[in-house]
């Protein structure tokens, strides 16, 4: 397949001015090509970033978040109605018992798990498709960690605030960074192979608005590589932890005083329902990369769809930063059958370049994700960068040049899966550069935690993607594998302490969820949208049919 003919003049002009971008990078790329000043970023983010289009944002008016203006589309999915009817639905004898229960079965879940398991807690882990489907699994550059003599976490500290605009909860920084190297020896003694140098330290390379190398990796394989130890060693415990496969949660009980006490699950084989009793429940769902927002591509797994949101926020817990999403600057653009699809950070670490239609460097490549994202959406909109056969627009990023700066074989031996990636599409990406564009990445806030991770209702905690304040408004690459790993440990650890101590009062019940809904009609809300949503908007007919939902807006008539 390769590029199409009228890239070829392009291609070109990037190979004609790679020697000399080469040539200023061995001297030291800031030394012709500097970081933007902070004026400098403000001006490209208020311009062309897309949380501050006008349309981005919308105030939503029910629930404990009443009046704040958040991502569109999250008011959207928010101001739904429940797929549980309150006055049908009754909970008699809970189908499953537990001392704790985890909503979510990526690295955050596993790792909570694995911790509540080893204070002596019973754990019940309820996941929407198979342990260990989640963009944990996915994630490529790497795990932030000071683990380096001229590192220290609290440098760490500092670039992680500067990267999040200083909105960061910083208490939640404090316990990520100070954690940060006990994780990442943790994990090194389950089983997880750390990239090495040949004298046999850790290897850590640069990552975007960070001032020190601390990128832990493997190759780039970093989180299905954490991903194949954490759920190993769930997987090694089936006396303390069930894991309910296909079995998402849509909605969360409360006992009679109050706290939360379980979920309700959704048998995604069966259309059944079923209800867990737990006396501690961790919300652990991740992202919505599924919902595409402002029609965004996404690198997220099928599942990322907020649902964890939703429910915590039915329940009333409060929500902080749902105003802000991450576009990872390097998505591919083409070829379209990997639309979307991430290109690490790391590249740019070993030394990948960002460069315009004519081969021109136009921004630093290592800037903060929100700036680098913005650059790149400036460049396509004045007209330096190339189009794609089917309408989309990207910029080159130079691979070539990593093998120039670190020797032959660099990128055969750091990026195995990218490598082989394109080259099912004829493209050598020793040889050619990638065409890249953003896409969506992360949801960069969340349900609000404290740093024991505590909502802001009574025994539900939330750790990883879907809690909110760590990253501020901007996430830096690298910490939010350090994070589902900090966090999740705290919140196993958490749990189990707290089911020690907690009693379930009274009959369980789903008030709440009536009570949302006499709000949803006293703010004249009309819609026939249910939530959680489970999967996207555009799955399988098989499988909506499956899901047997009379009022589900997508659901074609007759099926």
Not at 65 to 84: D, F, M, P, Q
Not at 122 to 143: E, F, H, P, Y
Not at 170 to 176: D, G, I, M, N, R
Request: proline share 6%; hydrophobic share 35%.
């Amino acid at each position: 397949m390769g590029y199409p003919d009228y890239m070829k003049e392009s291609l070109k002009k990037v190979a004609e001015t790679r020697p000399k971008r080469v040539e200023l990078a061995k001297k030291g790329l800031k030394n012709f090509l500097k970081p933007m000043s902070a004026e400098e970023r403000d001006e490209v983010l208020s311009n062309y970033h897309p949380d501050y289009q006008p349309d981005a944002r919308k105030e939503i008016r029910v629930g404990p978040n009443k009046g704040e203006k958040l991502t569109a589309k999250v008011v959207e999915i928010l101001e739904a109605h429940s797929r549980i009817d309150p006055d049908e639905f009754v909970i008699d004898t809970p189908d499953y018992e537990t001392d704790v229960l985890i909503i979510g079965g990526g690295g955050a879940g596993c790792m909570a798990a694995i911790w509540a398991r080893k204070e002596g807690a019973k754990v019940i882990i309820s996941t929407k498709l198979r342990l260990g489907d989640a963009n944990s699994m996915m994630s490529q550059g790497g795990m932030q960690a000071a683990v380096n003599p001229h590192d220290s976490p609290a440098i760490h500290y500092l670039d992680i605030l500067g990267g999040g605009h200083f909105d960061n909860k910083p208490e939640l920084v404090k316990a990520l960074v100070t954690e940060g190297p006990y994780i990442a020896k943790f994990l090194q003694e389950l089983g997880v192979i750390w990239d090495r140098t040949p004298d046999g330290h850790l290897q850590t390379k640069a990552g975007g608005g960070t001032s020190r190398r601390r990128m832990l990796s493997c190759r780039d394989y970093t989180g299905a590589e954490i991903m194949r130890v954490l759920r190993d060693e769930v997987r090694n415990h089936p006396e303390d932890i069930t894991v309910l496969e296909y079995m998402p949660a849509v909605e969360l009980i409360k006992d009679s005083e109050g706290k939360v006490a379980g979920a309700i699950l959704f048998h995604m084989e069966t259309g059944e329902y079923v209800v867990v009793k737990a006396k501690v429940t961790i919300i652990t769902t991740g992202g919505f990369g599924r919902l595409h927002i402002k029609g965004f591509p996404t690198t997220n797994h099928y599942g990322a769809t907020a649902d964890g949101i939703v429910m915590a926020y039915r329940a009333g817990a409060k929500l902080l930063y749902m105003d802000s999403v991450q576009y990872h600057p390097t998505g591919a653009v083409y070829p379209p059958q990997i639309l979307g699809f991430l290109i690490t950070e790391k590249i740019r670490g070993f030394g990948g370049q960002p460069v315009d239609k004519d081969g021109e460097l136009f921004v630093y490549p290592l800037e903060p994700r929100d700036v680098e994202a913005s650059a790149f959406i400036r460049a396509c909109a004045n007209g330096r960068g190339v189009r794609t056969p089917d309408g989309h627009y990207g910029i080159w990023l130079d691979s070539p040049v990593i093998e120039i700066l670190n020797g032959p074989g660099t990128i055969e031996k750091a990026f195995p899966a990218m490598l082989r990636q394109y080259r099912r599409f004829g493209i050598d990406i020793r040889k050619e550069p990638m065409l890249v564009y953003p896409t969506l990445h992360y949801q960069n806030g969340g349900i609000e935690i404290d740093e024991r991770t505590h909502s802001t209702l009574p025994n539900l905690l939330v750790a990883g993607e879907a809690s909110g304040g760590l990253h501020g408004r901007n996430r830096l690459m690298g910490n939010s594998v350090l994070d589902y790993n900090v966090f999740g440990r705290r919140a196993g650890i958490e749990a189990a302490k707290l089911a020690k101590t907690t009693k379930i009062e009274g009959e369980l019940n789903i008030d709440h969820i009536r009570k949302y809904e006499e709000e949803l009609k006293e703010a004249g809300i009309e819609t026939k949208l249910r939530t959680p949503i489970l999967l996207p908007e555009y799955r399988n007919l098989k499988i909506l049919e499956k899901h047997r939902k009379e009022f589900d807006p997508f659901l074609p008539a007759g099926l």
